[in-house]
């Protein structure tokens, strides 16, 4: 514990779903959610607007839309929210050297550290001034808590939610803590706290009256002694800049159970690549490959293998993974598979015949389109005769640009047409909608816009580092690197627009059902009212399901 309140704690205000309020007028003090859309879905995020309905994170996206149907849906654009987290942290590390992450939107700093404040004054100042900077850089809000622990930094971010600072005096905190709920405690959730409920334990005052001989007896030595010191307002952790990473996984839950064992062992595949990717990306290989399953009546079975050397191969993990999978029954069905890399190292032991394996791989046609014609010219089919490609497919949500309007997103499209709000993030009003054919030559996907308008030195300062000048839209605003998943399809509100509220056109859905692009809805995710979208109930990347566990929801 510190003398002085100089550990800050920074937590974004509904970061996702306010970063699409941000970037989307339309949706602006309307209620967001955003999540998973299929019907296995949980929300990750829910904006201000959102929650006086009831909804919070981690609850079932069914529920959240009993409790408000007209809220905006969307899925995650996660490229989006990073690019906003590196502004943030960025910030972070000019108050001080030790920044410890803990998402996208959260992170502790030592501001001892970074010689910004050794006392309760400066700590305010300093606290103050980077929440300015933080909207002046993103145009967000965040919460700031100043503390002499982790803890209570943290405590205190929570209780300046939204948009505010709190700094808890040292000598202070055990009268500050004694009337809150124990689940205000880090490591006390739902079954700890009934167990103590029971026990007549509701309040930290409770367990600190308790004494820590009972704690121990009721949660073991190391819980209960560890919770005792929490409820008398002790933490020493330090602020820690960097984190080793213990392991690398990818985890889908499916909209419909799988029973087909051949589509169950190429989703195992696939899922085993892209794990590959981030675990490359990290810059680690592994030695241990994981597979989870999750069955129908929601068992979870692991399954694991220890290679003789560390890999980032991915025919050696989808390899590995495909051998766990046949110790596996799904019989009954899948609802969740997760394949993990861990005993990660910061080198690679070849595997020859994986190696071997990856060189047979290359012979192959470089895309489906070329394997399908050659697969004709061996069966004798002229190569015109081959079925063209699909249609463009426009994801609801995604940011496109049209030759004549300019910047805008998708807000819904089905049987051939796409509906498009045309907007950018520095408006102050909604912007107009059209309606084009899917195959329409002058609209393109495009890349997120700024949220907030840079100025002129700024502009030239980003043109010098790279030495290129960026692209502009029509109205000078330029782009910025990001974008939406490639797999976020907006989900349907089903229900009639209230009054006051901007409506959008009517495109007809694949099933003959009416998909309305939404208007002034809150942000997080695009909502498309009245009808489902052409290609069914759009993807999130990993948002947690309601068990807690993160999941990527999948169609079928």
């Known amino acids: 514990m510190r003398a002085a309140p100089t550990i800050l704690h920074l937590d974004m205000d509904a970061f996702f779903a306010a970063a699409e309020q941000a970037s989307k007028p339309s949706l602006r003090g309307k209620p967001v959610v955003v999540g998973g859309l299929g019907p296995r879905g949980v929300v990750s995020t829910a904006s201000y607007e959102a929650r006086r309905f009831g909804i919070r994170s981690a609850m079932p996206m069914a529920q959240a839309r009993r409790l408000c149907p007209n809220a905006a849906y969307l899925v995650p654009r996660f490229q989006l929210y990073r690019t906003i987290s590196e502004q943030v942290m960025e910030l972070l590390g000019r108050l001080s050297p030790l920044v410890e992450p803990l998402s996208l939107d959260e992170a502790f700093v030592d501001l001892e550290a970074g010689g910004v404040a050794f006392g309760s004054a400066a700590a305010r100042e300093a606290g103050e001034r980077l929440r300015r900077d933080i909207r002046a850089v993103t145009g967000l809000s965040g919460s700031v808590g100043l503390a002499g622990s982790k803890m209570l930094a943290k405590i205190a971010s929570e209780q300046a939610k939204p948009d505010g600072l709190v700094l808890m005096e040292p000598g202070t905190e055990r009268g500050l803590l004694a009337p809150m709920s124990v689940r205000i405690l880090p490591g006390v959730g739902p079954a700890t706290g009934e167990h103590l409920r029971r026990a007549g334990m509701t309040t930290v005052s ?85 597979l989870k399953v999750r069955r129908y009546d929601f068992s979870t079975l692991t399954r694991s293998e220890t290679l003789r050397g560390p890999t980032d191969d991915p025919a050696v993990v989808r390899e590995a993974a495909a051998r766990l999978l046949e110790s596996v029954d799904t019989t009954g069905g899948v609802r969740l598979l997760g394949v993990g890399v861990s005993g990660l190292t910061d080198y690679t032991q070849e595997d020859l015949f994986a190696q071997a394996a990856g060189e047979l791989d290359t012979q192959e046609p470089e895309s489906e389109e070329a394997a399908g014609v050659v697969e004709a010219a061996e069966a004798g ?3 015109e005769a081959v079925e063209p490609p699909a249609q463009r497919r426009w994801l609801a949500g995604h940011d496109v640009r049209h030759v004549e309007y300019g910047a805008g997103w998708v807000q819904g499209s089905g049987v051939g047409r796409v509906t498009v709000r045309f907007e950018t993030p520095t408006a102050r009003v909604p912007g107009r909608v059209r309606t084009f054919k899917v195959d329409d030559p002058g609209l393109e996907p495009s890349e997120p816009l700024p949220l907030v308008e840079r100025t002129g030195a700024e502009a030239g300062a980003a043109e010098e580092e790279t030495g290129v000048r960026g692209a502009g839209d029509a109205d000078g605003e330029a782009a910025t690197p990001g974008g939406s998943k490639p797999d976020g399809m907006a989900s349907t509100a089903d229900v009639p627009e209230t009054d006051g509220r ?45 068990d807690g566990h993160a999941s990527t929801v999948r169609g079928p």
């Open 502 to 546: 901007e409506s959008t056109a009517d495109v007809p859905g694949a099933d003959g059902h009416a998909a309305t692009a939404r208007g002034p809805q809150t942000a997080r995710e695009t909502s498309a009212e009245d009808a489902p979208m052409t290609d069914g109930m759009a993807s999130a990347p990993d948002v947690p399901e309601a």
């Open 206 to 290: 409770d367990l600190f009256e308790a004494g820590e001989d009972e704690l121990v007896r009721l949660l073991g030595k190391s819980h209960g002694a560890s919770l005792y010191r929490m409820a008398s307002g002790y933490d020493d952790r330090p602020v820690v800049a960097e984190r080793d990473a213990k392991s690398v996984s990818v985890e889908d839950t499916f909209d419909v159970d799988l029973h087909d064992r051949l589509r169950i062992t190429g989703e195992v595949g696939r899922l085993a690549d892209r794990c590959v990717q981030r675990l490359r990306a990290s810059g680690h290989s592994g030695r241990t490959i994981v």
């Open 381 to 383: 089919i002229p190569a």
